[in-house]
């Protein structure tokens, strides 16, 4: 398990690493679907629903609320 953690770990690291050059339309998007997914997920799996479905749903609506976001 603590090699998976590293793992995970690492390629958060590298992630947030990459947003740096990014604009705040872009950042916003990714920021949304992150949020909405997480948010979806977690809705979902509350109501009795499938959880990759509410994430999927939820991706779709918070990225594009974080694309009208951060282009404000």
Same mark, same amino acid.
């Given at each position: 398990?603590?090699?998976?953690?590293? *793992?995970?770990?690492?390629? #958060?690291?590298? $992630? *947030?690493?990459?947003? +740096?050059?990014? $604009?705040?339309? @872009? @950042?916003? +998007?990714?920021?949304? #679907?992150?949020? %909405?997914? &997480?948010?979806?997920?977690?809705?979902?799996?509350? &109501?009795? %629903?499938?959880?990759? +479905? /509410?994430?999927?749903? /939820? &991706?779709?609506?918070?990225?594009?609320?974080?694309?009208?976001?951060?282009? @404000?």
């Amino acid at each position: 398990m603590n090699i998976f953690r590293s *793992f995970v770990i690492g390629i #958060a690291m590298v $992630s *947030f690493a990459g947003c +740096t050059n990014m $604009s705040s339309k @872009q @950042q916003g +998007t990714l920021s949304g #679907a992150a949020i %909405g997914a &997480a948010a979806g997920a977690g809705i979902a799996a509350i &109501a009795g %629903g499938s959880g990759w +479905t /509410g994430a999927a749903i /939820g &991706a779709a609506a918070g990225g594009i609320a974080g694309h009208i976001y951060g282009g @404000q």
